[in-house]
């Protein structure tokens, strides 16, 4: 495994669970404004922790902690990582993914293994727009339908989130994510967040009321559609 980042305790990447989180290097994407670029873009200048020092730790906090999360970077890429996730669960612990959603297959054998108990993925845009706001000319928007079909339907807990930019997402683009994820058990309104790791430090955010507006737009396709990172 590719860890680029450890955080031994954390109350918001696993929700209703005091939990770790566990950083991967490498994404298949290029959002502009993503906040970790060093994670996609160099990861390889990035000291990796061990895999053996994180279980470690897992081991000795079990009791205090019980989940952990993994995130990126995009943890489907990694090679290993069922095999990482099967030493996390036989410490007791429930596991969170964070993904992309751009290698369904991954996903789809995680799950089958039993190996995760809660899932969250990123939504970048309205299907119209997804290639131009995750940096990734070709994409194959299939990819994204099957991740969320498939999480829609395989019984675990989930959340769709967005991350919201003034200058990417307008609201014509909630109404087509609304359309598409109609009934979704939750989706969250993230605001973006400036700081020294983003790709591309030219964007803004949107107020709370601007954010609010959205998501009214939202409710009545999504009626479990929250903000979050909103002062």
């Known amino acids: 495994m590719q860890i680029c980042g450890f955080n031994k305790t954390t109350l918001l990447d696993y929700p209703g669970h005091v939990a770790a989180t566990v950083f991967t290097g490498c994404c298949n994407f290029r959002c502009p404004f993503c906040q970790n670029g060093d994670l996609v873009l160099h990861p390889a200048r990035i000291p990796l922790i061990g895999e053996e020092e994180v279980l470690k730790v897992l081991a000795r906090r079990k009791g205090v902690l019980t989940g952990l999360c993994v995130t990126g970077g995009e943890p489907t890429l990694q090679p290993d990582l069922p095999?990482?996730?099967?030493?996390?669960?036989?410490?007791?612990?429930?596991?969170?993914?964070?993904?992309?959603?751009?290698?369904?297959?991954?996903?789809?054998?995680?799950?089958?293994?039993?190996?995760?108990?809660?899932?969250?993925?990123?939504?970048?845009?309205?299907?119209?727009?997804?290639?131009?706001?995750?940096?990734?000319?070709?994409?194959?928007?299939?990819?994204?339908?099957?991740?969320?079909?498939?999480?829609?339907?395989?019984?675990?807990?989930?959340?769709?989130?967005?991350?919201?930019?003034?200058?990417?997402?307008?609201?014509?683009?909630?109404?087509?994510?609304?359309?598409?994820?109609?009934?979704?058990?939750?989706?969250?309104?993230?605001?973006?967040?400036?700081?020294?790791?983003?790709?591309?430090?030219?964007?803004?955010?949107?107020?709370?009321?601007?954010?609010?507006?959205f998501r009214n737009l939202l409710l009545p396709f999504i009626p479990n559609t929250s903000l979050r990172g909103v002062d």
């Open 83 to 213: 095999v990482f996730l099967e030493k996390v669960r036989k410490l007791g612990y429930l596991i969170k993914l964070d993904t992309n959603g751009y290698l369904p297959g991954v996903l789809k054998s995680l799950v089958r293994e039993g190996l995760l108990d809660s899932i969250a993925m990123d939504i970048k845009s309205s299907p119209e727009h997804y290639a131009r706001v995750s940096g990734t000319p070709g994409l194959q928007m299939e990819r994204i339908f099957q991740s969320v079909d498939f999480i829609r339907s395989c019984g675990l807990p989930y959340e769709f989130r967005t991350t919201v930019v003034r200058q990417l997402h307008t609201a014509e683009d909630f109404r087509s994510i609304g359309r598409w994820l109609k009934g979704a058990q939750a989706y969250f309104l993230q605001s973006y967040q400036e700081s020294d790791g983003v790709i591309s430090p030219i964007f803004s955010a949107y107020s709370r009321e601007e954010l609010e507006d």
